[in-house]
């Protein structure tokens, strides 16, 4: 089959694994990354790249046709973080983006779309523990809002326009090649840092502030494996739950200790705190492991392993 794909937003935290990572299963000249802006080294030398706006729906349907793109990976989006000190961007960059693909699609242009939702479309009414995949959903941070209102606008999309689009609702990711950028689960990367650099860290979450999270290699896995999914497999069209683990600053100091005995955690919650709460602490992902064979492979103990091997080189 004739498969041609484009990764949007791949100097992300997310789209610098996944465009190395697509390379290496398709090819890397079936494989066009492209951002904003220039990624690391490893992944602009690696293959094709083009500066992309997401929001420049002439620039995306231009790269599309020049390139006969089949398949379209949205990674660009603004965060939990940074989304509340600018809302309207946020919006705008988060909702058209998905706009753009979505339109992309429906006119036949490309064939499939990958776009990411998160834990942050649930909200302080959400039960916390074991969310279900349909649980009630009050997103109180304009991240979540916007990542709801995607999810909803997908949904419409397949069920109107036939558009075959795959979702997932990431946890918390954390890796050692690309720090993330303005979300509320970043200390669990940031802390990594830290604890090689100066012995000790200071979270901005409270000890015991508990959310879903995931190495990066199993969301990797997560998006590849929707994608090979046979279609008809694809029961929710708005966004799949998905789990691997959950974890406090705590916990996850306690398991830094064991490779870094010194290692030393302070708190000073800052208003990320308050996002942070309105999230669950563990997510129900049977939906997702019956419908396309979903599985995670780390834990706490074999992340943190590796993270501290990998950022010491
Ligand atoms: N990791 C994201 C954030 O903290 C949640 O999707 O914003």
């Known amino acids: 089959m004739k498969k041609r794909i484009l990764i949007i937003g791949a100097s992300g935290q997310i789209g610098t694994e996944l465009s190395v990572r697509l390379r290496s299963v398709y090819g890397n000249y079936k494989v066009i990354a492209s951002d904003i802006i220039v990624g690391d080294e490893a992944m602009m030398k690696e293959g094709y790249f083009e500066i992309l706006d997401a929001m420049d729906y002439e620039a995306v349907e231009d790269i599309i046709m020049r390139n006969e793109i089949t398949d379209v990976y949205l990674m660009a989006a603004m965060l939990s973080a940074t989304a509340e000190k600018f809302p309207m961007k946020a919006w705008n960059l988060n909702m058209n983006s998905l706009f ?48 709801q209102t995607g999810e909803r606008w997908c949904e419409y999309y397949y069920n109107n326009y036939g558009v075959d689009i795959r979702s997932i609702r990431y946890p918390g990711l954390i890796s050692y090649t690309t720090i993330p950028g303005g979300g509320t689960t970043d200390y669990a990367v940031d802390i990594f840092h ?14 015991e502030t508990t959310l879903p999270m995931m190495y990066m290699d199993d969301a990797i896995n997560a998006t590849i494996g929707i994608m090979k999914a046979p279609k008809d497999s694809i029961r929710i069209r708005s966004s799949y739950n998905l789990s691997a683990m959950s974890f ?35 997510i129900d992902d049977s939906d997702a492991r019956n419908d396309w064979g979903w599985k995670h492979s780390y834990s706490l103990d074999e992340m943190t392993k590796i993270m501290i091997e990998n950022l010491k080189k």
């Open 100 to 147: 753009n693909v979505l339109n992309l699609a429906k006119e036949g242009k490309i064939e499939k779309v990958f776009w990411p939702s998160s834990i942050a479309v649930f909200g302080p009414t959400t039960p916390t523990i074991k969310t279900p995949q349909k649980a009630i959903m009050e997103p109180s941070t304009v991240y979540g809002i916007s990542k």
């Open 194 to 207: 830290k604890a090689l650099k100066h012995g000790k860290y200071i979270s901005f979450l409270n000890a």
């Open 248 to 282: 406090n600053p705590k916990e996850i100091a306690e398991s830094i200790k064991k490779h870094i005995p010194e290692f030393e955690i302070s708190y000073e919650p800052d208003f990320r705190q308050k996002i942070a709460d309105s999230w669950p602490q563990s």
